[in-house]
């Protein structure tokens, strides 16, 4: 099974400030097809996941731009720019190249 | 918009069956592959099945694999989850999603005696 490496566990930022979490995985995530399938979600509490980032960098739909990710192959970050209080809750990353699915093990974002 | 919904959960003895089902509204339905996540209270988020678009396709992981069933109506836009042999630790909230984009607001299972 891929390992999906989630740091860190927790972060503490200013509301303002900016946020880098990383996803390292056990093996490539770019499929035989070629295309990397490498997600970014946001729990916030009390409710269902939502996609942010789908495919290592492309934004969902009404995400805002303060959302990026990059990387490739292994290695894997999602980055959030001008942290506002709704941005709050767990992250996860899932890698859908490879069955069975796996998730990192979440980053809960927190005001410092 | 996209709807997903799901039903079915509640409260369970260990060595019974459940079965969960997802109503889908908002798109078509049988273009689309269909899974089930779950996630154990307190705790991060575990893929549990995926379907393909037309049922042909079916994959599992391990730990549910010959106990758990993933199958699709759609004729009736729904995605099921038959699980049987129920252990205490398939407790949690089991969400439907779409291709991993739309997810449902998850339905809780307990298993206990």
Known sequence: DVVMTQTPVSLPVSLGGQASISCRSSQSLVHSNGNTYLHWYLQKPGQSPQLLIYRVSNRFSGVPDRFSGSGSGTDFTLKISRVEPEDLGDYYCLQSTHFPLTFGSGTKLEIK | EVQLVESGGGLVQPGRSMKLSCAASGFTFSNYGMAWVRQAPTKGLEWVAT???????????DSVKGRFTISRDNAKSTLYLQMNSLRSE???????TRDYAA?????????SS
Do not use: E, K, L, P
Not at chain 2, 90 to 96: E, G, K, P, V
Not at chain 2, 103 to 111: E, L, M
């Open chain 2, 90 to 96: 398939d407790t949690a909230t089991y969400y439907c």
């Open chain 2, 51 to 61: 379907i393909s678009y037309d049922g042909s396709s079916t994959y599992y992981r």
């Open chain 2, 103 to 111: 997810w449902g607001q998850g339905a809780s299972v307990t298993v």
